[in-house]
């Protein structure tokens, strides 16, 4: 691959910041790095390859002459500046919801649907939700084997899925539970966090259904090409600091055991089976964070089916920052 002209939309925030480490990590061949961001962190300095390089404004004219432009700003502000992006002549991978659902922009887990990648004719190439991102990784290999019909799924959302604000609040909430202080205002979390669940991400849409439940179901539709699959979520944010978990119950066309499942996860991308449960051995935030596979465990006959055998229960984990964000868009620019 050529050296390419890399901008990160958002350069400076918990995401962007993971990206710009990941094209590092990685030996990305970045052959000058653009970091964008709001015009109060313009001209602040960041460290790329052991250079300082300088944050610039994040404005149309600043994408000119970018091969490759990863957004990691909120939906507003995709939709006001990737397209001029992309009319420039750079390729865009997105991490925002505003084009995940457009019929002609492609959806991309690597590990499942690299091959969409090939036709954007947008320019425009959407990065997944993170907890779609960590829960379809392990699932899709599976579904190859047994045909996937349906999905129930539980989140536990780390703070980092709220970027920076969320983790210094719940940073903050922590030290205040320690001291005994005042907790006063919680934003960005609508209640405390800390020493709490909260049983909403996103806001509430049809059903009583929140916009984070409806991702996973909508994105994970486009992503494996199975219109028809059913898939029920409750998606809940808890006091980790990052790294995702859920709890995931598919029902199959086909029988598949656990020890075929454990099998097939052992060899699949992305995935590594931590599952012993004799020694304590399960998936878990602490051991899945700042790390790029999704850890599965806990893998289980689902004792609720009817007939016993074409459905499994299992535990993963993932870190929300690296493979439910900044690293799958990295991954998706290596395909380009």
């Known amino acids: 691959m050529a050296d390419k002209v890399v901008a990160i939309l958002g350069a400076t925030g918990v995401v962007g910041t993971q990206m710009r480490q990941c094209l590092e990590e990685r030996d990305f061949p970045v052959k000058k790095l653009i970091p964008l961001a709001s015009a109060h962190s313009a001209g602040k300095k960041l460290t790329f390859k052991g250079e300082e390089v300088e944050v610039q404004e994040a404005k149309p004219e600043a994408f000119e002459g970018a091969d490759i432009v990863l957004g990691a700003v909120g939906d507003d502000l995709a939709k006001e500046l990737l397209p001029e992006a992309a009319r420039r002549g750079a390729v865009v991978v997105d991490n925002s919801h505003a084009f995940r659902l457009d019929p002609d922009v492609p959806l991309v887990i690597p590990e499942i649907n690299a091959e969409d990648i090939a036709n954007h004719p947008r320019n425009i190439i959407a990065n997944p939700n993170c907890a779609t991102i960590i829960g379809l990784v392990p699932t899709y290999p599976l579904h190859k084997v047994a045909g996937l019909k349906r999905m129930i799924v539980s989140t536990y959302q780390a703070a980092s899925g709220a970027g920076m604000p969320g983790l210094r609040e719940l940073q903050r909430e922590m030290g205040v539970l320690a001291?005994?202080?005042e907790m006063g205002d919680t934003a960005p979390f609508a209640y405390?966090?800390?020493a709490n669940l909260i049983p909403q991400i996103g806001s509430?849409?049809?059903e009583a259904y929140t916009s984070e439940e409806w991702k996973m179901q909508n994105e994970g539709r486009k992503i494996m090409h199975l219109p028809e699959v059913r898939v029920n979520c409750t998606c809940v944010r808890v006091?980790?600091?990052?790294s995702h978990s859920e709890s995931i119950t598919?029902?199959?066309?086909?029988p598949i055991s656990p020890d075929e499942a454990r099998e097939i996860l052992a060899s699949a991308p992305g995935v590594k089976v931590v599952d012993d449960p004799a020694n304590l051995g399960y998936p878990m935030p602490l051991d899945t964070s700042d790390q790029d596979l999704v850890y599965v465990g806990r893998i289980r006959r689902d004792l609720s089916?009817?007939?016993g055998v074409n459905s499994l229960t299992f535990w993963c984990c993932g870190d929300q920052i690296r493979k439910g964000a900044a690293t799958n868009a990295v991954q998706i620019?290596?395909?380009l």
Do not use: H, I, S
Request: glycine residues 8%.
């Open 179 to 181: 001291n005994g202080g």
């Open 192 to 194: 405390q966090l800390a």
């Open 204 to 206: 509430f849409k049809d």
């Open 239 to 242: 006091p980790v600091m990052r």
């Open 250 to 254: 598919c029902e199959f066309e086909r």
């Open 305 to 307: 089916a009817p007939d």
């Open 333 to 335: 620019a290596e395909l």
